[in-house]
């Protein structure tokens, strides 16, 4: 049984959930406040619930380590990506008690980001951040989330499109520097990721039977993977074998950085370089993949291989990367226009051959021809000059 006692001249409560003792301010002058705050604790006992009182204690950095905990134990690859994520929504929420962020604390966190020129998938990655840390709270033993509140997910509308014409590429390769040629070949034929091809060593290739292999856990998704290396890419594995040959020390990187002294890291300003003199804008390593994608399904590939390939381990991302282009529309309206020609041109075909000259015998006779070719369709004669033409008309 519980009860109601002042300090001061702020009311407070006592009530006990088993053999433990819990007292809490109403932070209230009034003793209804007090009563009502009571009644509140008392029922959610009664359900078996921990009392209110309990995940007030609860701080955002309370969830935010344990968000953190479980990127690090589950060996995810994006544990800093995590951090920084993690570091935006804790500028706002640092010292905040989880009972205190609620709808509208999350929607200004929201609007806040947003004003600061955060694009609207980076505040909805952030958010996602943010649920998850409830998520991991409310499943603790004891809970340390009792409820997650509604947390908005934005519509985005800058999904990246980009992605290669063939010339385009050709073009942007001319200007690579050598090192890179083979590495772009390479993405822009497979759609693996640069993660991948800059780690990927001569042990994962059979230069024998000319596959390269990933291992499980060695891809984003943590799923093998096996590429068989057409002709161009043959040739491509084999340039670089002797270049590796050639070296005073032996790298084991397929596709080393420059001097072939390690692994590619970095080469954004070389690759900014090739895109403005091949005269193709700006575009990203990553416009590789996507077209990656796009050539294997528009090229007659079975989409499940295509996807075995490129890595995708979910339809719905392999979707966004299957790109419509201005050439596939283009090659849709003709495709079109040639199969009205076509049906039209059948017509043509059919309504000449229904004209006919000749005697009623040769006519009653090229009825029942017409008949059989047309089913229900209704024949209507028209009488001119010595002989009968017969003209068809569909119901």
């Known amino acids: 049984m519980g009860s109601i006692y002042k300090r001061g001249k702020v009311y407070w409560i006592k009530y006990y959930r088993g053999s433990k003792c819990f007292r809490e301010s109403s932070k209230s002058t009034k003793e209804a406040d007090a009563k009502r705050l009571l009644k509140n604790r ?16 609860v701080t955002f950095e309370d969830l935010e380590k344990l968000y953190l905990q479980d990127y690090e134990l589950n060996k995810k690859k994006s544990v800093k990506t995590a951090e920084i994520r993690a ?30 020129n955060a694009s609207i998938a980076t505040v909805n990655r952030e958010l996602s951040a943010l649920r998850r840390m409830l998520s ?73 039977n000319w596959i390269v292999s990933l291992n499980p856990g060695e891809t984003k998704n943590d799923e093998g993977r096996t590429v068989y290396l057409d002709e161009e890419l043959q040739d491509v594995f084999q340039r670089q074998w002797e270049i590796r040959k050639k070296a005073k020390t032996l790298i084991p990187y397929v596709f080393p950085r420059k001097g072939g002294k390690g692994k590619i ?36 590939i079975p989409e499940r291989v295509a996807m075995q390939i490129s890595g995708h381990r979910t339809r719905s991302v392999f979707e966004r990367y299957n790109i419509v282009s201005d050439t596939d529309l283009k090659l849709a309206a003709r495709k079109q226009a040639e199969y009205l020609k076509e049906q039209s041109d059948a017509m043509g075909t059919i309504l000449g051959t229904i004209a006919y ?39």
Not at 88 to 107: C, D, N, P, V, Y
């Open 42 to 57: 008392e029922g959610e006992i009664s359900k078996g619930k921990l009392p209110g009182i309990y995940f007030d204690r």
């Open 136 to 208: 991991i709270g409310a499943q603790q033993t004891p809970p340390l989330v009792d409820r997650i509140p509604n947390i908005p997910r934005f519509k985005e509308s800058n999904i990246r499109k980009g992605f290669f014409e063939h010339r385009d590429f050709e073009a942007l390769r001319s200007h690579l520097p050598e090192y890179l040629k083979g590495y772009a070949t390479f993405a822009y034929r497979t759609g693996w990721r640069k993660e991948e091809i800059s780690s990927l060593t001569w042990s994962q290739v059979d230069r024998e």
């Open 87 to 116: 570091g935006h929504l804790k500028g706002f929420f640092e010292g905040m008690r989880i009972t205190a962020i609620t709808s509208q604390k999350i929607q200004s966190y929201a609007e806040k980001r947003l004003s600061e």
């Open 357 to 395: 000259l000749g005697t009623k015998k040769d006519s009653s006779e090229a009825d029942k021809s017409l008949k059989s070719l047309v089913g229900d369709a209704r024949l209507e004669r028209a009488t001119s000059g010595s002989g009968d033409q017969r003209s068809i008309q569909l119901s």
């Open 265 to 300: 890291v970095d080469f954004r300003k070389a690759w900014a370089h090739a895109c403005k003199d091949a005269g193709i804008g700006s575009k990203l390593f990553h416009d590789l993949r996507r077209t990656a994608v796009r050539n294997m399904v528009r090229a007659g």
